[in-house]
């Protein structure tokens, strides 16, 4: 009786995946509508879904991809901290290689990207705004699109697919050729972060990343800009 039941809240997860991952790739393609502001719900469902497929799942704390207890023995997976700060240097790169071939203008593009939802008038603000927007992203693309979705389809799938969706979630309007290239950068950076959920387990852990990543990212494109 009690292996049935198992079977069954895992055909119901699988089953919410499935809803939940379709709701967040339909939401992101409504960024083709220029005036459409309903992209960015695609983390809130993600969010939403996560904790609905935990709980349905009766996911056990060891096995869920969202722990706070397990974090110091995550951080020493092998090659964990390695990838963690590999968004950081690539943050920097980007931004460089950036403004070379598209003469300032990329930096311009970035600040404008992120000021449409942060505030840089108010620095306590701002910090909290990183840290809750990085945090969100994880639990729902990393923790949810790519962590339920690995038990369904591969890795590498899952990853390649969210990581293209979490990109499109990011465009701006401007330069073409600046838009395609902070997109590819994102892209980047989010198979880094899915690399990084794959080897520890765990989207805090991918979060410390982000977050790491983002706010230097930040700190070169203003000191550009």
């Avoid at 089953?15 to 083709?32: F, H």
């Avoid at 695609?42 to 397990?70: C, D, H, M, Q, Y």
């Avoid at 330069?175 to 959920?197: C, H, M, R």
């Amino acid at each position: 009786m009690k292996n049935q039941q198992v079977i069954e809240n895992s055909k119901k997860s699988v089953g919410l995946t499935i809803i939940g991952v379709a709701i967040m790739i339909l939401l992101t393609v409504t960024k083709v509508v220029p005036s459409s502001k309903i992209a960015g719900y695609s983390v809130f469902v993600g969010i939403a879904f996560f904790f609905i497929t935990e709980a349905v799942s009766k996911t056990p704390n060891a096995e869920s991809g969202l722990r706070f207890n397990t974090i110091p023995a995550d951080l020493k997976k092998p090659g964990v901290i390695a990838w963690l700060l590999l968004p950081s240097v690539s943050g920097v790169v980007t931004l460089i290689v950036g403004n070379l071939i598209f003469s300032g203008e990329f930096a311009a593009h970035e600040m404008g990207r992120a000021g449409s939802i942060l505030s840089f008038d108010k620095t306590a603000l701002l910090i909290g705004e990183v840290i809750i927007a990085a945090f969100g992203e994880e639990i729902a693309y990393r923790g949810f699109f790519l962590g339920k979705g690995m038990k369904i389809f591969p890795f590498w799938l899952c990853a390649v697919v969210s990581s293209v969706v979490f990109a499109a979630g990011h465009i701006a309007a401007g330069n073409i050729g600046v838009v395609l290239y902070d997109v590819a950068a994102v892209f980047i950076d989010s198979l880094i972060f899915s690399v990084i959920y794959h080897k520890s387990g765990n989207c805090v852990i991918s979060t410390f990343s982000h977050i790491l990543g983002n706010a230097i990212s930040l700190a070169a494109a203003a000191a550009f800009f």
